[in-house]
């Protein structure tokens, strides 16, 4: 939320409308790749959508609002859980690496963060780490905004979920919109609006978006303190797997789609 505060809304508009496509895309990409692995290495159902919906939308935050809706397990929605914060804790160191041996652009390397990393905050981080090393905001800036556009995919997949659980599990699955709507994107909109007409006005502002990449760092190192490689291993190996994969098509997908559309 903060981070809109050092945001444009007009910029926002721009560059979310641009990263549709590619969006649209990697989701199917990872919702597809999660159902045909589930089925093919005998994955459990539930985890295996929880890790699709983790990997495809926004990492933990999808994952909690979907399971609820396909009745997953306590059991299923930790380990789904902890195989997404393990793929943000990497992301955020391996993506800009990655990022300069590719030769990406500032506004390539965000499309790319803001659309092949699991979770807000790596998304965020991985755009912070990049902007130190190059000087500019600009690969931030589109990371954070490209992700909060892909996290609005939430409320149409909750919703199909709802559909399929209640007629494979022959149950309702009642979905309010008000408990799976990303309230922060609201607020992020707002924090831009306000900065867009009263950011030279209201010089504090400007000071806000440096807070939010210090929270971001602070819940970078809680993810980290939250996961136990030693547990998520023996947990078994399969959805580490299926969470990998899914991960690499997404990457190269949107590789692929800024390739075709002449982003990158």
Known sequence: ILLGFGMNLFEILAVGSQSLLIIVSTIG??????????????????????????????????????????????????QSISVIFLFNVVAAFLFPALGDMLGFTDTGFGMWAGTAINDTSSVVAAGQTWASAHGS?????????????????????????????????????????????????????????????????????????????????MAMAAIGLNTNLVSLVKSGGKPILLGLVCWIFIALVSIGMQHILGIW
């Open 29 to 78: 990409t990872a919702l597809i790749t999660a159902y045909i692995l589930s089925r093919i290495m005998n994955i459990d159902r539930d985890i295996a959508t929880l890790v699709g919906v983790g990997s495809s939308i926004c990492g933990g935050s999808a994952i909690a609002a979907a399971a609820p809706v396909i009745k997953a397990s306590d059991k299923d929605i930790a």
């Open 137 to 217: 905001d600009t690969a931030l800036n589109y990371a954070t905004i490209v992700k909060l556009t892909r996290t609005l995919a939430i409320i149409p997949i909750c919703l199909g979920l709802a559909y399929i659980t209640s007629k494979t599990k022959n149950t309702a699955a009642d979905v309010k919109i008000t408990s799976i709507f990303p309230m922060f994107i609201l607020y992020f909109v707002m924090a831009a609006i306000l900065n867009t007409l009263a950011g030279e006005s209201l010089p504090v502002l400007a000071q806000l978006p440096s807070i939010g990449k210090f929270m971001i760092a």
